[in-house]
């Protein structure tokens, strides 16, 4: 199935599913930032690449993944996600960071910063 760009996760972001959502980000090493998104959304469109961006600055240093609410209900119900975009920053298995709606690159930068000197 084709999906224009701004659906496609970039290189260094994760796609993430009930299958690799434990090891990909409950049980990371590095903090992870993970985007929730759906196909519908406008806002969405926006961030994502605002996301991958991020993830090739912080390469090395956090992961990055991105799931789609509507192929991975069960993902967005165990985090309680009720409006999309979501942005979930987890540190040691624990959601340390939520935001909720469209952000600039700006404050998702110092969003993840705090938790990476921590």
Request: aromatic letters at 10%; proline letters at 4%; a negative charge.
């Amino acid at each position: 199935m084709f999906f224009p760009q701004e659906y496609m996760a970039g290189a260094n972001v994760i796609t993430l599913t009930r299958e690799n959502f434990d090891a990909e980000v409950l049980k990371a090493a590095t903090p992870v930032l993970v985007d929730f998104w759906a196909e519908w959304c406008g806002p969405c469109k926006m961030i994502g690449p605002i996301v991958d961006e991020l993830a090739s600055d912080f390469d090395g240093r956090a992961k990055f993944g991105k799931v789609n609410v509507s192929d991975q209900e069960g993902i967005a119900n165990q985090f309680g996600i009720r409006a999309v975009p979501t942005i979930l920053i987890f540190k040691g298995g624990e959601i340390v960071e939520q935001v909720v709606g469209m952000r600039s690159k700006r404050d998702l930068t110092a969003n993840l910063e705090k938790h990476l000197a921590d």
